[in-house]
């Protein structure tokens, strides 16, 4: 066994998958993946880097250090660990926000790190927003109030856990979720827990392995304007929709009841 073995079977275990699973995504077969995980054999460069991008560690360490030894958190907030923000720049060198499209957001989650797919984004420059690095992504959902659907949230990207501040609201791009737009509450154990400013949805926790990045609300683009009883038919909206599969859910109980007597 091999110190990149152990590696990528810890990884695997973290997050509860099968070597079926792991060898789907990276396209190739479970027997092959399974003889990376007992050491029999080593991945070519080209599926090194798949993996590497697939766990979200870099290399380095997949290859020179045994991650089981050190905190989750901790092996996050490595420099080494940070797989290389790629950014766009106009034709004078200047740093650019680059739009993530409403259409394709989740293949942002395929893209991040591409340093092709970044340069093929719609980009533009606000000259307020400087000293970091801004991105803008596209608000969805009724979680995300006073963003409406059409709207962006431009967000100035996060180093590490450890930059989150309490009651600050933040873009996180996670493994799940893929975009979503919260309020940081605070970090329990290897998670961090985060709400909706709709209050109709609950705080949650996500944690640390499922974390791809993290990025500060700076701005917001808003198509249209936000009506002040916008927030209210949001909440009105949820709650019919809890009814509705409240009484779903009743409806095929009762129905259950009735074929057994």
Not at 99 to 115: F, R, T
């Amino acid at each position: 066994m091999s110190i990149f073995s152990n590696n990528i079977r810890f990884l695997r275990d973290k997050r509860e998958l099968s070597q079926q699973s792991v060898a789907n995504e990276l396209t190739i077969s479970r027997v092959r993946y399974s003889k990376y995980e007992n050491g029999v054999s080593e991945p070519p460069i080209e599926l090194l880097i798949k993996i590497s991008k697939y766990f979200h560690v870099s290399i380095d360490l997949l290859v020179s250090v045994d991650i089981r030894k050190y905190p989750v958190e901790d092996m996050l907030m490595l420099p080494d660990n940070r797989i290389v923000l790629p950014v766009a720049v106009d034709d004078l060198g200047n740093d650019t926000i680059e739009i993530i499209p409403q259409k394709a957001s989740m293949g942002y989650l395929e893209g991040y790190s591409d340093v092709g797919y970044i340069e093929s984004l719609q980009r533009i420059a606000l000259p307020f927003l400087t000293n970091g690095k801004y991105r803008a992504f596209p608000a969805d959902g009724d979680s995300m109030p006073p963003f409406r659907n059409g709207s962006y949230i431009v967000g100035k990207y996060v180093e590490g856990i450890d930059e989150l501040k309490s009651g600050k609201t933040y873009v996180f791009i996670t493994l799940n979720d893929g975009i979503t737009y919260k309020r940081f509450k605070e970090k329990k154990g290897n998670t961090i827990c985060v709400s909706a400013d709709n209050s109709f949805y609950e705080p949650y926790n996500i944690p640390f392995e499922e974390i791809v990045e993290i990025w500060q609300y700076a701005s917001g683009i808003f198509p249209e304007d936000f009506e002040p009883g916008d927030y209210e038919n949001y909440n009105f909206k949820e709650m019919f929709r809890e009814l509705k599969q409240d009484i779903r859910q009743l409806d095929q109980k009762v129905s259950g009841r009735r074929k057994f007597k």
